[in-house]
């Protein structure tokens, strides 16, 4: 009927260990509760379970798990018992290392887990995993080497079933899924610090699925790095978003219904989302990560939610101007100030002198009347700019630092930030500088080896037409030497008119030779590519060619060129080969 654990220690540190410490299956109507206090359980298994729940019994058991310690253990708790009478609680316990996490599918009754501390977890399953009826998940400290956060779907009444996320910290360092999933049925998700820090290839930062009714408000949603975008709305009809603010790379946005938006003010425009959101830089401690340092932009920017009173760490919010994400308190120092972002539009774009903008901003209370801002391209500091002026609390200035030459091919690494504002130290460092990386598409001649090249090999020249792409006709002059050889494929910006060319500087083809065991020069789904007065040799005595051009190819041109490969096996020196009545104009001479 009742059992109860408590002060004990479970050693599960065992290759045996299929299954776990605590195995209970209630077997009767009248199972009522099963307790867990001020346990320790440990494991180096990724197999072990500190606790199994199986219940199958229509019972109102009640479960409590409260001031546990869980190192690399889990809580599975599963069963078909229909008794919305039972409840479950799962409250300030610590789960550490590869496995830790809790695990709840199909519980008939209330569910609350809230103030855990979750860290350091490896394993890529996500680490709450709620299928319930009724639950709140509430001021959970969660910060995952790899992985998903928290994953909450419906239990046995998908039209009834209602889930609060609200108050939680989730940072993922490498994520592959979504921090927070909210699968089907209706959910509240507010007043969440969701940090991203690098992404996979799948998922955003935040998942709503839902099908009936789910409100996301007063979160902040932040991802620093992957192509993934902030949020994806599975039914944008269904839901209800508003009041966040969030950060991510340019390009990409978020997904409603299957449409992807690639900017915040295009993906207000078309799902109606939004409309008192913010997108910009937060200011967040390293730790621990939901503080709120030196963004006065947060303060009083939120909407009130009925129910929810106090943030992560029970602090009683405004009641009716609340600061959006997990904590309330906003640091606020008497002198602040920072670097918010570049004024820039794209981070790839074709070569050219462009004007060099960032944009500066009074994070204090006082006026900021003066600072010094420092800047630095890849690496190499450049000229202090002394900022002079008045600019109120919360204002910013457009700061033109003058035109830069873009180089085609390169890649460039901005930092710029602020010191001494209004000439004293600044005590809040974490607004003080943006960054952002930007890269210049190919147009016209480049050099390639020898003395002051403007690509040191062909590889470089491979790896800046894959990154990079191109935006006008491109020429590579070869100077004399041996070189490895490449593959050029799909290029950004190839076409019938913008076409690459591949010669040696010399005009003398025995000069410069492109070389390789396996195909010394292969293109696929290319246009224009011409090749003259160069040498290919194909090493090996096997199936490869010395120049090898295929895969919906058009106007190939080979002029002046020497083939040369071993004799013995193997397919010919050149190879041109026309798929489809598209392809093909090639010219050899």
Known sequence: KNITFE?????????????????????????????????????????????????????????????NRFLGTNILIYGNNPDTAASLQINSNVFQGNAAGIHVYTFPGKVNVSDNHITDTLTLAPKVVMIVNAGIIERNYIHLKSGSGIRVGPGFNLSTSYVQVINNYVQVDSSHFPAITIAGGKGLIAFNTIRINSYGNYGSALQVEATTTSIVKNNIIISRGGPRGLIDVIDKSSSIVDYNRYEGVPGIFGKADTTMYPSFSVWKLATGFDAHSQFQKTNLADHPGYKIVGDPDLKNSGTPIPGISTDIEKLGRNSLTPTIGASEPVL?????????????????????????????????????????????????????????????????????????????????????????????????NLNDTSRILLKARLKGIYTVGGGAPDCDSLKEVEGALTEMGMCAPVTFNLRNGTYTGIKINNIFGNSEINGITFQSESLDSSKVTIEDDGNSFYVSNARS????????????????????????????????????????LGYASLNLIAEDSLDGNYLVK
């Open 7 to 67: 002060k004990l220690t479970f050693n599960l540190n065992s290759s045996l260990m299929e299954f776990c410490g605590i195995y209970i299956q209630p077997n009767s109507v009248n199972s009522d509760g099963i307790e867990l206090f001020n346990n320790a359980f440990m494991s180096d298994s990724v197999k072990g379970q500190a606790l199994t729940v199986e219940n199958n019994v229509p019972c109102p058991i009640k479960i409590k798990i409260k001031n």
């Open 332 to 428: 606020i120092e008497q002198n602040d100030a920072g670097i918010t972002s570049m004024l820039i539009n794209e981070t790839i774009f074709c070569t050219q002198t462009r004007p060099i903008k960032f944009l500066l901003k009074n994070f204090g209370i006082q006026p900021l009347k003066k600072a010094v801002l420092k800047w630095v391209i890849n690496g190499v500091p450049q000229a202090d700019f002394n900022f002079s002026g008045n600019l109120s609390s919360g204002d910013s200035a457009v700061i033109d630092f003058g035109p830069f030459n873009f180089k085609g091919g390169k890649s460039y690494f901005f930092e710029c930030f602020s010191t001494l504002p209004n000439g004293v130290k600044d005590n809040s």
């Open 529 to 568: 590519i011409r090749f003259n007065k160069l040498a290919f040799l194909q090493k090996s005595p096997f199936d490869y060619y010395s120049l090898r051009a295929e895969v919906h190819t058009r106007n190939i041109e080979v002029t002046s060129c020497i083939f040369d490969k071993p004799t013995g």
